[in-house]
């Protein structure tokens, strides 16, 4: 997979160039408010990620990309215009605008444009304004068409739409885009997006609230006990037929069985299919070493079969401790704990372990919480992480570990971010942070 070596921005804002060179998968900017940066930060996502709506909102003539393989590749902003005088004389479009408004018709024709075709006809925009026109979703698709069908000036456009694809084609991520940390907190139809089309929904943005958090918790902690459960049927089903063959247990067996700690997780994810008198007779077995006496080979097959499931579950197990772990790196006075006995995931007060309720949490645990699970708990891999100021409602030594933090999820695989605050790459990053004004060029 190629990296970026270069990004380079002309005519921003009609005053400047900015060309950067990227020594590295790890870019951090720095500069004061009113530079540019966060603006150099949208520029570089919508360029990688394919965002045509983002590009066009960005003041600039030209921007140049180079991979370290030596391709560049050159987007001209006039060709990424959408003028809807050129579809004035169309029947239909002139039929959109009466139906839906200007800005609406312009909307849907910029939806059509900038997506892949299946996208679109799930899109919020193309759903609500089919309703509103009233056409069957065929007949509606036809019509858009035939707009577009024979247009001169869509040409340039396609072909730096073809470019932008060729960029995401080459670099192959999955995308992160963190505009504002201070926003992740916010409502899911507070973050810009459209009430009645969501057509602008982005699911790379870390728009998880703390309701996303705790329904991604539930779906890997129930994944974890519908397992354990369907297993424990599975190893009473194997178990007739090993009555009748006979019990063979050999020494891989009986060492799978060694770890009294697993055993107790198993047995209590089984819930109560068995009882409790039951679970502390095996677990005293296990623990005095009597199951090997030559008495329980059954029991030893029975047991080592259901911990073949906390194995296969140990993906999941994982990333709930790697991310309950590192949210108590930011939580102070509170933890979180991950019970894997019961699978369940709770905040508590440390000094007595009262329950927390997620949404009391103050405005930077939330935060925290809401990237790490993005992080951790999603199945994402090669990510691209671009993260507009993260030092936002974030504490001194928080700024100092939360990028090295991201890093060690190993699900970052490039990262780009903006910062004013030295704080951010006071750490293993000093080397990676750059200073915005040597790389701009006044015109």
């Known amino acids: 997979m190629a990296r970026v070596s270069r990004f380079a921005i002309r005519g921003l804002y009609e005053e400047r160039d900015i060309e950067i060179p990227f020594n590295s998968h790890i870019q951090v900017l720095v500069a004061e408010n009113g530079y540019g940066k966060t603006t150099v930060l949208n520029a570089l996502y919508a360029t990688l990620s394919g965002d045509v709506s983002k590009l066009r909102k960005i003041p600039f003539h ?35 605008m009466k139906k839906l408004g200007v800005h609406r018709a312009e909307r849907l024709l910029e939806a059509y444009l900038s997506m892949p075709k299946a996208q679109f006809r799930s899109s919020g925009i193309f759903r609500s304004s089919r309703k509103m026109i009233e056409l069957p979703y065929s007949t509606f698709l036809d019509f858009l068409e035939q707009i577009i069908e024979g247009n001169e000036g869509l040409a340039e456009r396609t072909k730096a739409k073809d470019t932008l694809k060729e960029i995401a084609d080459k670099v192959d991520y999955q995308f992160l885009y963190l505009p504002t940390f201070r926003r992740v907190e916010q409502d899911f139809k507070e973050l810009g997006l459209d009430h009645q089309d969501g057509e ?39 178990m007739l037929s090993q009555l009748v063959d006979g019990f063979s247990v050999d020494e891989d067996l009986k060492k799978s069985i060694k770890n009294p700690d697993a055993i107790k997780i198993v047995l209590d994810r089984i819930g109560d299919n068995i009882d409790e008198e039951y679970k502390h007779r095996i677990l005293d077995l296990v623990e005095s070493g009597d199951i090997y006496d030559g008495r329980h080979e059954p029991l030893i097959y029975f047991i080592a079969n259901l911990t073949k499931v906390y194995e296969q579950q140990k993906e999941n197990d994982t990333c709930i401790q790697e991310f309950t772990e590192v949210c108590n790196r930011y939580l102070g006075d509170k933890m979180m704990v991950y019970n894997e006995s019961n699978v369940t995931v709770n905040i508590v007060r440390r000094k007595n372990n009262r329950l927390v309720d997620i949404e009391t949490l103050s405005s930077g645990e939330k935060q925290i919480i809401s990237l790490f699970a993005k992080l951790y708990l999603q199945k994402d891999e090669n990510l691209a992480i671009f993260f507009d100021e993260p030092e936002l409602s974030l504490s001194i030594e928080w700024q100092k ?22 704080f951010i790459f006071e750490n293993e990053l000093m080397e990676n942070a750059v200073d915005l004004s040597t790389y701009i060029q006044e015109l």
């Open 62 to 96: 030209k921007i140049e990309i180079e991979f370290d393989d030596g391709e560049e590749f050159c987007i001209e902003k006039d060709n990424l215009a959408l003028r809807s005088d050129a579809f004035a004389n169309h029947g239909f479009y002139n039929h959109l």
């Open 401 to 422: 570990s939360l990028l090295p933090d991201i890093l060690n999820s190993k699900k970052c695989s490039f990262l780009f971010t903006t910062t004013h605050s030295p």
């Open 200 to 238: 602008f929904i982005h699911d790379n943005a870390i728009n998880f609230g703390m309701g996303d958090v705790d329904t991604k918790i539930k779906e890997i902690t129930e994944e974890i006990v519908k397992s354990s459960v369907e297993w424990f049927s599975k190893v009473n089903g194997e």
